[in-house]
């Protein structure tokens, strides 16, 4: 056992020192602002100030065409991409004029509901931002980020920082425009301030592109994650700087109850149909500056497709390259504490079990805890459950580091309990209502005491990678409680062992949660050494196990989709622990057959799953939204495949089965009935969409 657990605290060291070290900022400090980019500086803002007017740009008119989208992601860690909850797609008319003054009118709306939601976006997130921002930034109408200097402004000169980071070419049809990046940063990074780059070309002083990002003092809103915005300006008749396309992604995480839960407002603009100097009347700019045209009007813009069908694909996603640029660009010119949350404490609780369950092992439980931001970058968690059952108090605590970069380090303390299986079969609250009210009791628990050390890669990365060091005691659990109704079936017979492992994960997710074509995966590989308490067992023993669960979606248009998902796992070398092994059985991993009831060492869970709309009844939920129209029909084939073993007492053994689910209420709710092909035993499930899960 010794020469495991160095070796594994070599791969630790070794994986710690491959880490990129953060950027040295005394390097940097000798060329912030030199004379050079002073004076590059000092044009731009003499430029902004006289509002292109020696330019001869009076006033201009534009058409912007956008999206705003409302996304949505649970889970600790963010590990799955966003869900697109709802979508708008807005068609503005744009005016201009010398040398201030903007107006702009929305013509054209319509939206998707994917998921039930009142959410309802700022006036001024229905438009596009005019020259620039003007001297002080305001987003969301003051209550996302109010009174920031801008970075080219006579207030901004005083307050940041400017370097020149680079040069670029612009070829247009009869000439190449020198360009010239000028990154930006507050000379206090306590203070509201933007943080990012700004493009400006060499010889006029005219701003040809921002990316902008905010400090956390500059965030009105404690809710907030981070800000940032893309401008991006176009060159008109050759002369005139004016907008092009335009991003921007606010993104919100929730703190009631330490919920993993985040909320990402994304849009994107792109304008074109420039008119320079048509002389438009002042009467133009009367009135609020973003106003809609009448209801009826904004349903009547002729649209092509659907919106879903013409979403780019940069919007749904939650990091497209630019944006998760302009976040990477921040964290390098300020110090983690400018962007990181105040310290704070609040209540704690991952999921709605973390409150309160119920299973046979402690009967009805209640939990909870308190988390606390140390800053720098610590978060410490403390937290109890206690089973009326079991008359036993589970205590659990964690101290984590997240680096500016995203790299987070836990490690913590647990007296708990841990699952068999390698993927739940229902949801947590389905579960706790079953077994307290028909003795119908999903889960496999087994007492687990002990301590780890883990370090995991941001969740932004397209693949993320974690490895985990863990040491506990295991133990088996008896029934305890009683239901309302019927009785509970025995708990897994596990073996009581101590144990030393090391894992290491990898996981990706290609494509947002709509219906798409996505593929995503998670794999888990880990090695264990342990002592079990069992007479057939070797004092110690080691083995390895490794598990894939692997799900996709290939979209085939009108016709519906084919959706399949594979669970697999295995294990080698040694004896092996019960609940170590292969369990399958249940509406996910075996529908049809009853809770693990198929066992083994190594086994392979296979569904194919062919999803249709069909019409249906409408449902109106007023303020947040109507119920779509349709119903989704989902017939099935299900395969289990084990090998070596087990409960099942088979070897090399196929056990198929056949359902249909049906999914409606905004894809919320799935009703399944499946039937085994051998012996004829039927099953019936009913429970809420598998991607809230994590939080039930």
């Known amino acids: 056992m010794r020469p495991l657990v160095v070796a594994l605290g070599h791969v630790l060291v070794a994986t710690l020192l491959l880490l990129p070290a953060a950027p040295s900022r005394a390097v940097a400090q000798e060329t912030w602002n030199d004379a050079r980019t002073n004076a590059l500086v000092r044009d731009a803002i003499r430029r902004r100030t006289v509002q292109l007017a020696d330019t001869g740009l009076t006033d201009y008119t534009a058409r912007a065409h956008g999206y705003l989208t409302f996304l949505a992601q649970v889970g600790e860690g963010f590990p799955d991409a966003p869900t697109l909850i709802k979508s708008d797609e807005l068609v503005v008319e744009v005016y201009w004029a010398a040398p201030d003054r903007s107006k702009q009118r929305v013509v054209g709306r319509r939206d998707t509901l994917l998921l039930p939601t009142d959410i309802n976006y700022h006036r001024d997130h229905l438009g596009i931002v005019q020259n620039n921002f003007p001297a002080i930034i305001r987003l969301g109408e003051g209550d996302e980020v109010a009174d920031v200097p801008h970075p080219l402004s006579i207030a901004g000169l005083g307050a940041y920082d400017y370097r020149i980071a680079d040069s670029l070419a612009i070829r247009t049809s009869d000439r190449a425009i020198d360009v010239m990046m000028v990154k930006v940063r507050p000379k206090d990074d306590r203070s509201a301030a933007a943080v990012g780059a700004v493009y400006i070309d060499r010889v006029t002083g005219s701003v040809v592109r921002m990316a902008l990002s905010f400090t956390r003092a500059a965030l009105l809103d404690p809710q907030l994650e981070d800000v940032s915005v893309i401008l991006e300006n176009g060159l008109v008749e050759g002369r005139f700087w004016l907008p092009r396309r335009q991003e921007i992604e606010i993104r919100r995480s929730a703190t009631w109850m330490d919920f993993p839960a985040r909320g990402i407002i994304r849009g994107r603009w792109e304008i074109c149909c420039v008119e320079a100097n048509v002389g438009l009347p002042p009467t133009t700019f009367v009135g609020p500056e973003i106003t809609q045209a009448p209801r009826a009007q904004l349903r009547q813009w002729p649209f092509e497709g659907t919106i879903l069908e013409n979403l780019p694909e940069e919007v749904r996603e939650l990091d497209a390259d630019e944006v ?30 973390d409150i309160l369950q ?102 932004s990365r397209p693949v993320r990678f974690w490895m985990e060091l863990t040491r506990e005691d295991q133990r088996p659990l008896r029934v305890r409680a009683r239901p309302t109704n019927g009785r509970y079936a025995p708990l897994l017979a596990a073996d009581s062992a101590e144990v030393w492992r090391m ?194």
């Open 324 to 353: 998760r640029a302009v976040q990477d660009e921040a964290r390098e010119l300020v110090r983690a504490g400018a962007l990181a949350r105040a310290r704070s404490t609040s209540a704690s609780a991952r999921r709605v079990s």
């Open 358 to 459: 119920v299973n046979r092992a402690e009967g009805l439980a209640v939990g909870g805890g308190l988390t606390r931001r140390l800053g720098a970058g610590f978060t410490a968690t403390v937290g109890a459950r206690y089973g009326t059952a079991d008359d036993d108090f589970k205590p659990r605590a964690r101290v984590e580091w997240e680096a500016v970069s995203g790299l987070r380090v836990t490690a913590g303390y647990f007296d708990d309990f841990a699952q068999a299986g390698d993927a739940p079969e229902v949801s947590g609250l389905r579960n706790s209502i079953a077994a307290q009210e028909f003795g119908s009791d999903w889960t496999d628990p087994y007492g687990v005491r002990g301590g780890f050390l883990r370090v995991e890669q941001p969740a």
């Open 503 to 696: 894992t290491i994960g990898l996981s990706t997710t290609s494509g947002p949660r709509t219906p798409d074509t996505r593929v995503s995966w998670r794999l888990d590989a880990r090695v264990s050494g342990s002592s079990v308490d069992r007479p057939s067992f070797p004092e110690t023993t080691s083995h390895l196990r490794a598990s894939l669960d692997a799900e996709g979606t290939l979209a085939a248009g009108a016709a519906g989709r084919l959706v399949w998902r594979t669970i697999a796992a295995g294990t080698a070398r040694g004896a092996v622990p019960a609940q170590d092994l292969v369990h399958f059985g249940g509406p996910v991993s075996g529908p049809g057959y009853a809770f693990h009831s198929l066992s083994a060492r190594t086994g392979v869970s296979q569904r194919l799953e062919w999803r249709v709309r069909i019409p249906f009844v409408h449902l109106d939920l007023g303020r947040f939204g109507r119920v779509p129209s349709t119903l989704t029909i989902a017939p099935y084939l299900h395969g289990v495949w084990l090998e070596g073993g087990g409960a099942s007492g088979s070897r090399g053994t196929w056990f198929p089965s056949v359902g249909i689910g049906a999914i409606g209420l905004f894809d919320l709710l799935r009703v399944d009935v499946a039937r085994t092909i051998e012996g004829g035993r039927w099953m019936f499930s009913l429970d809420l969409d598998r991607g809230f899960w994590p939080v039930l």
